[in-house]
């Protein structure tokens, strides 16, 4: 079965690009952006201001599944705290106060 891509707009940097990702891709994109309260364009322009020695497409879906991938590890959002607020630990106690996306951003692009 082939996966077929969409393309979408989005501005980065001030800038009006267009990426072809999957429609499950695109799905968890905007679930990041409903959770940490951004943009799609706020969230491609993060990880494209650190994007290092990959293409565009490439370095989105592998911030997606780093995010997620954080998320499953037990880090589950802080109750009433709103978006990107902080975590409450469930395994790994100096990560504490951290949302997904901070934590996400420090494993993917190591700062």
């Known amino acids: 079965m082939k996966s077929q891509l969409v ?3 989005v501005t980065i940097d001030g800038r009006r690009t267009s990426l072809r990702l999957e429609q499950g891709i ?6 990041i952006c409903g959770r940490e309260g951004m943009t799609r364009h706020e ?6 201001s ?3 020695g990959t293409s565009r497409t490439s370095a989105v879906r592998a911030f997606i ?11 589950v959002p802080v109750e009433g705290t709103g978006p990107a607020q902080g975590v409450s630990p469930r ?3 100096n990560l504490s106060g951290q949302s997904h996306l901070d934590v996400a951003v420090k494993s993917f692009f190591g700062t």
């Open 7 to 9: 393309s979408k707009n």
């Open 26 to 31: 695109w799905d968890a994109l905007d679930g």
């Open 43 to 48: 969230v491609c322009s993060l990880i494209e």
């Open 50 to 52: 650190r994007r290092k």
């Open 65 to 75: 599944v780093t995010y997620y991938h954080t998320a499953a590890s037990g880090f």
């Open 91 to 93: 395994r790994n106690a």
